[in-house]
């Protein structure tokens, strides 16, 4: 019932504006809930559906934020290319706000909270994953040959925060983060107990971890939805420890950057605040 009500009807398929809102409901109806057996994997294809909002729409706004869902026009681009949806965004595609918080009933889609939960479950683990993996494939192949927002349009009134290379290095730093908070979770579950065996833990993961996932070797300027991004084909199979976030990380970038010749000083910038991004996650545990 969960993924018929939220997810994509078919590839290709832009979330509705009624899909993205029930989205938000379910996320709000299991906050501060243990999830029962077996509805972890359902609830993780439903955030994986929705990987740009999941990372985008978190820990701003509160109640100022223009409520559970906003509608492709609100979604749109300003004429400097900037949208607090995300970037790449695809066209007629409503979007899920998790960072709204309905001041007259309190409720809220704490998706960080949702994430930590799901991770207890190998599958769910696997699913999120590859989802991030997935969606730095995404944003890498459409950046341009300096590691640039090809859609950045300068202000009226420059400033040293609005640059073609501000959205690009905060979705990497994104991305880093959310893998490193996933592997995060794992160890702080290993530790209390709640996953009993991680190496069985791993081993289940791996097993449900579809591949890997390559940018392509040239700039791509289609937008696909994002049901879409989560669910782009892999370019093989995974490559050395699964586990090791940092490496799955960092060898991607640095085969984008290699394949498109980025500059070495840009691609070493890259890759430093991935690196940054992925060790702080790592390192703050709760």
Known sequence: ???????????GSPHTEAQARATYAVAAAVHGLELPKGLAPGLARMVADYVVDAGENTGW???RLPGPAVSPQEARPDPQGWSRYGRFLAPGEAHTVFGYIESSSGAEADIESLVAELSKEPEAFAILYDAERANLAHHLERLTNTGGNPDFRPPSRPDSLSTETTGPDRDLQHVADHIGS??????GYATDGTIPDLAAFDRAVRRHTRGTYQPADKQLNSRPVMGDIAGRPVSGPVDGDLMDGRYQLLRVLDGWAQDRGIPARRAAAMKQLMDDAYVRALWLRV
């Not at 996933?182 to 160890?187: N, S």
């Open 1 to 11: 019932m969960v993924n018929s009500a939220t997810s994509s009807l078919a590839p």
């Open 61 to 63: 706004g509160g109640d």
């Open 182 to 187: 996933l592997m995060k979770h794992r160890a």
